[in-house]
T-cell receptor, first 110, second 116 residues
Framework: RKEVEQDPGPFNVPEGATVAFNCTYSNSASQSFFWYRQDCRKEPKLLMSVYSSGNEDGRFTAQLNRASQYISLLIRDSKLSDSATYLCVVRFPYGQNFVFGPGTRLSVLP | DGGITQSPKYLFRKEGQNVTLSCEQNLNHDAMYWYRQDPGQGLRLIYYSQIVNDFQKGDIAEGYSVSREKKESFPLTVTSAQKNPTAFYLC???????????????FGEGSWLTVV
């Protein structure tokens, strides 16, 4: 079993749609969780941290379910500029401890 | 500006040559990392370093070497032993490896290496 798994994608959605990304992680002792965004041929950039109570930043909402070892990212009213690959990142309590999921690619279509 | 600087951005290597990718950070971070990304694939960890003069192998260290002589610098050498080095290489840093809130990972802009 992979340590961090994500929806395989790609997701192709029309502008204005709501889209949800899912991520599961294998280590129940994981402490910190993040969503990163990676544009084509660019470096990953932090989109948002994920807090236990859930958190929102504009059109983006992140949720954490520790019991199910599951993280989600919801994008509302999607824009063309949201097209990118979304990476789930989990901090495991050992080794180099930033573990990346494979990413889910999103294309928002006009 | 604070950040991570990688150079060169594009590099071509002949078969059998070693090449070194530079990574410098002025964020005063203790931990530094090198990742490799192949087209359409996720990030794979090559090496990481928690502190000066110390580094650890990641998942795909074979054919690569690193050094950490200064806190700010973590160069990666792609040796001729690396069978398929064509990829996008990303350097990253974090405050340290401790699990405290706000400690996340930041990336440089990456280096594209092509074997010709």
């Amino acid at each position: 079993r992979k340590e961090v798994e994500q929806d395989p994608g790609p997701f192709n959605v029309p502008e204005g749609a709501t889209v949800a990304f899912n991520c599961t992680y294998s280590n129940s002792a994981s402490q910190s969780f993040f969503w990163y965004r990676q544009d084509c041929r660019k470096e990953p950039k932090l989109l948002m941290s994920v807090y236990s109570s859930g958190n929102e930043d504009g059109r983006f909402t992140a949720q954490l379910n520790r019991a199910s070892q599951y993280i989600s990212l919801l994008i509302r009213d999607s824009k063309l500029s949201d097209s990118a690959t979304y990476l789930c990142v989990v901090r495991f309590p050992y080794g180099q401890n930033f573990v990346f999921g494979p990413g889910t690619r999103l294309s928002v279509l006009p | 500006d604070g950040g991570i600087t990688q150079s060169p951005k594009y590099l071509f290597r002949k078969e059998g040559q070693n090449v070194t990718l530079s990574c410098e950070q002025n964020l005063n971070h203790d931990a530094m990392y090198w990742y490799r990304q192949d087209p359409g694939q996720g990030l794979r960890l090559i090496y990481y370093s928690q502190i000066v003069n110390d580094f650890q192998k990641g998942d795909i260290a074979e054919g690569y070497s690193v050094s950490r002589e200064k806190k700010e610098s973590f160069p990666l050498t792609v040796t001729s032993a690396q069978k398929n080095p064509t990829a996008f290489y990303l350097c990253a840093s974090s405050i340290d490896l401790e699990l405290h809130s706000g400690n996340t990972i930041y990336f440089g802009e990456g280096s594209w290496l092509t074997v010709v």
